[in-house]
Each structure stands twice: as structure tokens, then as C-alpha cells.
């Protein structure tokens, strides 16, 4: 099932989940982006009980705003805590057993080449985050996979793929040009003085290279 995805995702680590106005620098990115965008509750290694009680705390605010919060990896949680969708990845469930439990819950699937999202299509995914597109922080020593891997993932499948990896404001033009539907930021986002304030530049720029595509 097909759902109206978000077009900036913003995603978190542990030590963004850390900080300690975390909730409050969220509901900022969640009111800046509203139902046009997603905020990813990604951890390596807080407990399911610490991610659940970081979900609840933002649930009235994807109530209010309509930004999805969407839990990479824990899909037990992102159903107790009645997210709006699950972010699967390569430690987590396939996604083709994921939709055994997950109903018509939307997920996403992380995948790192065209065959990769292919696969995630058959199983049932509603969205790829296709990456990293450009060399980063989070991949230190490894080279990004640049603008050919969104293109190769647009052209073989017709999931929305969100482009993920060092990925600034100044690249979604480019981006969209190679057939992403939108973007993932991570340092982007929560690295920025006000994480609200740039959510908006992302959401501004792609909005700018919409125009210019029209």
C-alpha cells in the first residue's frame, strides 16, 4: 500500500537522541517540515524501552504537526508507540516479514544498490533510503556512491527514493535532477545551531528545485 511519503527526513543517532533538548529541537524539525516530512527515532544502542518512551514523548506532536515519527530497525516499538511508519534496515526484519505483523503500517527499507531496492519492492516496502550518496562523517574512509545509485534506483523501481548521505541543502537540486523523490539529512539537520531553521532551508530548496523542474 502506497502512502503519502515524506520528502525530508531528518534522522537521528544515540547521541543526537542524547542531547539534552532533544524533544524540544524535534518538535522544531516536526513543526518546520509538517505532514511533508519525517522525523527517523534511529538508535544503536538505547533500549527499546528508552526509544518507546522518546516516541511517546513526541506523539501529540505527530498528532499536531502531521511530520511522521517513524523507528528505524524496532518495529515492536514503532507499534506499541503508534508511530506513523518503521525504517527497516540490513540488522533489522526483512520487510516481507515485517508485513506479517506490521499490517498496512507504512516502512521504509535501507538499501545500498538498485538490486537492493528491487528487492524491498517485491517484499512490500513503501519507500527506500537509498545511500550514502556523498562521502560522510557516519562512513568515514568510504567513498560516496554519488548521484548514480539514486539514478539506478529511480530507474528500476517505482518506489519514492529518499537519498541519504552527506546530502546539504545546495544538493537536493541535483538530486531530484537524478530521480530522488526526497532526502535524508542527519548532521544536516541536528548539527545546525537551530535544527528547525533547517529543516526549512532543506524544504526550501526543495520546493526551489520543484519550481525549476516545472
Not at 525530508?8 to 524533544?23: K, P, Q, W
Not at 518538535?27 to 505532514?35: D, K, N
Not at 515485517?98 to 524491498?120: D, F, Q
Amino acid at each position: 500500500m502506497r502512502h503519502d511519503i515524506p520528502r525530508i527526513h531528518a534522522v537521528t543517532d544515540d547521541l543526537i537522541l542524547a542531547h539534552s533538548e532533544f524533544t524540544t529541537r524535534a518538535r522544531a524539525v516536526m513543526t518546520a517540515l509538517g505532514p511533508r516530512g519525517a522525523v527517523h527515532l534511529r538508535a544503536r544502542y538505547l533500549t527499546a524501552a528508552q526509544l518507546y518512551a522518546i516516541a511517546l514523548a513526541l506523539g501529540d506532536a505527530q498528532e499536531s504537526t502531521g511530520c511522521w515519527l517513524v523507528v528505524n530497525e524496532r518495529l515492536d516499538v514503532a507499534l506499541a508507540a503508534k508511530t506513523h511508519a518503521a525504517q527497516l534496515t540490513t540488522r533489522s526484519l526483512t520487510v516481507a516479514d515485517a508485513r506479517l505483523v506490521a499490517g498496512n503500517l507504512p516502512l521504509g527499507a535501507s538499501i545500498h544498490t538498485a538490486e537492493g531496492a528491487e528487492l524491498a519492492e517485491r517484499e512490500g516496502a513503501d519507500w527506500v533510503v537509498a545511500g550514502h550518496v556523498f562521502k560522510t562523517a557516519s562512513h568515514a574512509g568510504m567513498p560516496g556512491r554519488g548521484t548514480e545509485l539514486v539514478s539506478a534506483v529511480a530507474a528500476r523501481t517505482s518506489l519514492p527514493c529518499i537519498a541519504i548521505g552527506g546530502i546539504k541543502p545546495s544538493h537536493v537540486g541535483t538530486l531530484r535532477d537524478a530521480g530522488a523523490y526526497g532526502v535524508a539529512a542527519i548532521s544536516g539537520i541536528w548539527g545546525a545551531p537551530s535544527a528547525g531553521a533547517a529543516a526549512t532551508d532543506y524544504l526550501s530548496h526543495y520546493d526551489g528545485a520543484a519550481r525549476g523542474q516545472s
